[in-house]
């Protein structure tokens, strides 16, 4: 830029400086002239009322996946579609982004929910609000059979293949640390190299591990379990309306029976987490350091 035209960005910028003090203090002019979204008309502060826009990826059966026509379904997508149909909101736009983009987009307002398996964690949390759990499992190493792996030492000297920004990414760095961490964008890509040897074997979500290894001869080798870090839907950092909305919506879609028909439908013969079935299906065990003994 010249220094004329340097010089009149900062008179431009010094005139809206003063435009913007003159507005604040002029009399009659109070907060109460801030222009609000929302209102009655767009109660969890929507991007656009009355439609929520979601960040997912396009490639994590049976989680969230593209299907033959495009469309976005899978466990997550539907059980999402569900409860927003709950609070009222039947437009739904799912948008496919690289995993590691989902947390940052919502975070700064591109998007209004993020829904893609994400594990609830407290780093998470810095950068989002998330609603309650609604899955917990396990995360997967899967390789071809002839690599014989089946614990982490057999991992030593390997190539590992994760998807950048996982749970899986930071449980490598901690605990696979003899390993070579390979960073991929999506399943996708991470899969087409194990499948052409550049890496020995990709980490990632347990259910979609089951579907690679059905569909390409792959197996699950090892599964680290993720109890502690269930799957919530993120949000911006401090839209108590929609979180609160969304978790009232999860909770009825738990306690009618829906959340339980679509994991069955999308993870036929996996083990039912307890806690998301209707109250009546609930195993009581309440005290379990009262039952042991
Ligand atoms: O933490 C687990 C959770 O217990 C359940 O098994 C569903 O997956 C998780 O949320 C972990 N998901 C990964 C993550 O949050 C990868 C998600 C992805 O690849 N889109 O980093």
Redesign the pocket.
Known sequence: MSVFGRRRAIVAAAALVTAAVLTACSPGTGSSSTPTAGGDGNPYHLIKAGQIRVAS?GD?KP??FTDADGQYTGFDVQLFEDVARRIGVKDVVFTGQD?SA?LPAVANGQFDVGV??????DARKKTVDFSD?Y?????TVMASPDAHISKESDLAGKRLGV?Q??????YALKHFTKSELVRFPD?NSAIAAVNNGNVVAHF?????AKTYAEQYGLVNAINVP??D???GFAIAKGNTALRDALNKALRSAMDDGTWKKLYQKWFPGSPMPDQYLPPSERTASPTPSAAQG
């Open positions: 990826v994590l989680y969230s995993f989902i893609a398996a994400i594990g609830i964690t759990g899955l917990a499992g396990f995360l998807v920004g996982t749970l899986q990414e930071q399943n990632l979500d347990y259910e979609t993720s109890f870090a269930p799957a």
